[in-house]
């Protein structure tokens, strides 16, 4: 994985502001039924079942990484949706989920 231009992770930005990167789409193949998606990652050998906003923030983060409050405000804009600090705490929640899955990680400095 690498940092995006963008990205400056140090001690003085909170967990939010800390920006996020995700593999190279060359690295995951996906399949898709609706709503649920399928993420095989050459890299673990592993496949993740993924519901559709935790596929959409990783999509995101596939095509630039990213801080939790860029990619909110980007899915909101996209869907119509305000952006607000529910909004910011779900997407906060799917980060950890695709951290935990190791699919995203924290951009190096």
Same mark, same amino acid.
């Given at each position: 994985?690498?940092?995006?231009?963008?990205?400056?992770?140090?001690?003085?930005?909170?967990?939010?502001?800390?920006?996020?990167?995700?593999?190279?789409?060359?690295?995951?193949?996906?399949?898709?039924?609706?709503?649920?998606?399928?993420?095989?990652?050459? *890299?673990?050998?592993?496949?993740?079942?993924?519901?559709?906003?935790?596929?959409?923030?990783?999509?995101?983060?596939?095509?630039?990484?990213?801080?939790?409050?860029?990619?909110?405000?980007?899915?909101?804009?996209?869907?119509?949706?305000?952006?607000?600090?529910?909004?910011?705490?779900?997407?906060? *929640?799917?980060? *950890?989920?695709?951290?935990?899955?190791?699919?995203?990680?924290?951009?190096?400095?």
């Amino acid at each position: 994985m690498v940092a995006g231009d963008n990205c400056v992770n140090d001690s003085r930005h909170s967990e939010k502001e800390l920006c996020w990167v995700a593999p190279e789409q060359k690295e995951l193949f996906w399949e898709s039924w609706g709503e649920q998606h399928a993420v095989f990652d050459t *890299r673990s050998g592993e496949t993740h079942l993924l519901p559709d906003p935790t596929a959409r923030v990783l999509q995101q983060l596939i095509v630039r990484p990213g801080t939790v409050k860029e990619v909110a405000e980007s899915l909101c804009a996209e869907s119509g949706e305000a952006f607000n600090e529910q909004s910011l705490e779900v997407v906060e *929640r799917l980060f *950890r989920q695709l951290e935990s899955a190791e699919l995203i990680e924290k951009a190096d400095t």
